[in-house]
């Protein structure tokens, strides 16, 4: 393999990483009923600067009035030349308001996570920050909502109408603005399914095993998975779990840390589980090789022709869809189907909070509705990048492979969209689950009760620390 391929495939491997610690979503909005506390209360008070009450809707040309006015941005990843954050939209903001500046800060993950920490609990936050939906992570919507860091955003016109915006929902309240999905689906090679005469994506459980079957008989392996990287279990699993779990109960993680539900509930996780066994069990994916293969194999394998398909993600689209060995072919993705019907683990990617004790909130609410708004130049510019997955707005039918995701933002926008579980969950169950699953197709004697009684005792281990 070229040096250059490996490096591609080095970077893809740790892109998957990020975006399974950094997303959720979930197509029903939620209010955390558990957490009765007013999200914006009982912060920072020490300062002497106190959160400012959110209007019913915001002053729609309070920069216009404001003077010249300076917005700071603090978000996380790596500048490059050109970059959207740090250059386009400064620059692009200047052009829409001459008296706005805006200054932004664009620090590495684990420095972004300590500096935020530190401008938090000194009362001195920048007006506006990254923060991820639900749970995830260290700058999670969630926990800062509820420590009374973040500003309703329900004025927003560019939230309105939208159907998948729990995971950035806290009791009732918008509290993150995000105009990007990633998407975890089934890749798979057209050519190989012509040949073991299937003639359509399968869009029942019985017929994606039957799939495999053709496929098995027709000497092809049907699945590749590089289930070394133990993380990329999560890539099918959780597809399951949105068939299986939330589609009849999308409120399943909030009961569980009420105690409403376990992972132990019968027809809940040990379904999905045991589904995702059989393909194991019929060496749909054959241990003996997934459990020696890293991430990066497995795409190489897929996209030289030596298996018909690879549970993977929107974020290594560019990766999988890569001319391979095999040449020229031409690529399919679809969700996993279920026994409960076709549903996607599509997850809402990081978004923009205001800051509670901004002297900008409507400043800072103007400024993102015109981003986010699908038809403005700050907009455009950001859908360019490539970098975001938008469900509306103008351009977003150009982004690269849409073709691949346009099924999955249309069962989002129908409300059959789910989020990535673990973003639900303290971090540590989902690596428990993995470890026991592992064990179970390795042949270490595991059985889905033990994964699932694991997945319990550790979920309420993490909860009570």
Request: hydrophobic residues 35%.
């Amino acid at each position: 393999m070229k040096w250059k391929k490996v490096v591609s495939m080095i970077c893809v491997t740790a892109m998957a990483l990020g975006m399974l610690a950094g997303c959720g979503n979930d197509s029903k909005e939620s209010d955390n009923s558990a957490k009765e506390d007013n999200a914006g209360a009982g912060q920072g008070e020490e300062d002497g600067k106190e959160a400012k009450a959110p209007s019913e809707v915001y002053d729609h040309e309070a920069i216009e009035n404001a003077g010249d006015i300076t917005i700071t941005i603090m978000v996380s990843g790596t500048a490059y030349e050109n970059d959207f954050e740090t250059e386009q939209l400064p620059a692009l903001a200047k052009e829409k308001w001459p008296n706005l500046t805006v200054e932004v800060t664009k620090l590495p993950d684990d420095n972004y996570y300590t500096s935020l920490k530190t401008k938090l609990a000194s009362g001195e936050c920048p007006d506006i920050i990254l923060t991820q939906p639900m749970y995830a992570g260290q700058n999670s919507c969630y926990s800062m909502a509820e420590a009374g860091y973040l500003t309703p955003l329900n004025d927003l016109d560019c939230m309105a109408g939208r159907q998948d915006l729990a995971s950035v929902t806290y009791n009732g309240d918008i509290v993150t603005a995000s105009n990007s999905i990633s998407i975890l689906g089934c890749y798979y090679n057209k050519d190989l399914f012509a040949q073991a005469g299937i003639e359509s994506e399968p869009q029942t459980w019985d017929e994606f095993l039957e799939a495999c079957k053709k496929l098995q008989d027709a000497g092809i392996q049907p699945i590749v998975m590089g289930d070394k990287d133990q993380y990329v279990l999560q890539f099918g699993l959780y597809q399951l779990a949105a068939n299986e779990i939330y589609s009849q109960n999308p409120d399943f993680d909030t009961q569980l840390r009420t105690g409403d539900t376990s992972f132990t509930d019968e027809g809940t996780w040990d379904t999905v589980l045991e589904m995702y066994k059989t393909l194991y069990d019929n060496k749909y994916i054959d241990a003996s090789q997934s459990l020696g293969y890293g991430a990066s194999q497995a795409i190489t394998d897929f996209i030289d022709g030596k298996a018909a398909m690879t549970f993977d993600g929107s974020f290594n689209a560019t990766a999988l869809t890569a001319e391979g060995a095999a040449g020229s072919f031409e690529r399919g993705y679809f969700p996993i189907p279920g026994t409960k019907g076709v549903y996607t683990a599509t997850c809402l990617g990081a978004g923009y909070s205001i800051y509670s004790k901004s002297d900008y909130i409507d400043e800072c609410k103007e400024l993102l509705d015109y981003w986010m708004d699908g038809t403005s130049d700050i907009w455009k510019a950001n859908l360019a990048t490539g970098r975001i997955i938008a469900t509306y707005g103008e351009g977003a039918t150009e982004t690269p492979n849409y073709d691949l995701f346009a099924p999955f933002v249309a069962l989002m926008n129908e409300g059959k969209g789910f989020y990535w579980c673990n973003q639900a969950w303290p971090a540590g169950t989902e690596t428990e689950m993995e470890a026991l699953f592992s064990e179970m197709v390795g042949g270490q004697g595991t059985t889905v009760e033990d994964i699932t009684q694991g997945m319990q005792d550790k979920f309420e281990d993490l909860l009570d620390d």
